[in-house]
């Protein structure tokens, strides 16, 4: 995410964030997928390299299909400097999860995987010019998304998310 600067780094890393939060609260038997469908939306801060924080605001709407394996979804943040909309596709499979987004107007794209354990998620976001890492806790309607990406210009990203 340095080629296209801070922007194109926050908008990555949260859209990969949030992707991989309907993976995260499985209940025995069924698809994380199927149970985190639907609207969430909540706020956090930014820390970029520089020191400097910001406030940020996302909006997300996740789509599973009917057995839970796959879904789609659609991700909004703003903070005062920059606003980015972000599309993406996510698999999950016996524990593990995996896919794909993209940022059209940045021309941005990459995957992800990881493992889902319970309320707890671990997972590693690839693009060609950035890798960050992601932990998710969640419980109940309430998800803290923790994302470190050393070595980029966004350091840090924490937000707390509810069910709408």
């Given at each position: 995410?340095?080629?296209?600067?801070?922007?194109?780094?926050?908008?990555?890393?949260?859209?990969?964030?949030?992707?991989?939060?309907?993976?995260?609260?499985?209940?025995?038997?069924?698809?994380?997928?199927?149970?985190?469908?639907?609207?969430?939306?909540?706020?956090?801060?930014?820390?970029?390299?520089?020191?400097?924080?910001?406030?940020?605001?996302?909006?997300?709407?996740?789509?599973p299909?009917?057995?839970?394996?796959?879904?789609?979804?659609?991700?909004?943040?703003?903070?005062?400097?920059?606003?980015?909309?972000?599309l993406?596709?996510?698999?999950?499979?016996?524990?593990?999860?995996?896919?794909?987004?993209?940022?059209?107007?940045?021309?941005?794209?990459?995957?992800?995987?990881?493992?889902?354990?319970?309320?707890?998620?671990?997972a590693?976001?690839?693009g060609?010019?950035f890798?960050?890492?992601?932990?998710?806790?969640?419980?109940?309607?309430?998800?803290?998304?923790s994302?470190?990406?050393?070595?980029?210009?966004?350091?840090?990203?924490?937000?707390?998310?509810?069910r709408?």
């Open positions: 995410m340095r080629a296209f600067g801070v922007l194109r780094q926050a908008g990555l890393v949260l859209v990969a964030a949030v992707a991989f939060t309907t993976a995260v609260y499985a209940q025995a038997g069924s698809s994380p997928l199927t149970i985190m469908g639907g609207a969430w939306n909540g706020t956090g801060t930014i820390t970029l390299s520089d020191g400097n924080r910001e406030r940020i605001r996302c909006r997300s709407n996740y789509q299909d009917g057995s839970g394996s796959t879904m789609r979804l659609s991700l909004s943040c703003a903070s005062d400097s920059y606003k980015f909309d972000l993406g596709n996510v698999q999950y499979s016996n524990g593990q999860i995996s896919g794909d987004w993209n940022e059209a107007s940045r021309n941005a794209a990459g995957r992800i995987s990881g493992t889902a354990r319970g309320g707890q998620i671990e590693r976001v690839e060609q010019t890798a960050a890492f992601i932990n998710i806790n969640t419980r109940s309607d309430k998800q803290n998304v994302i470190r990406a050393p070595g980029s210009n966004m350091q840090e990203v924490a937000i707390s998310m509810s709408r």
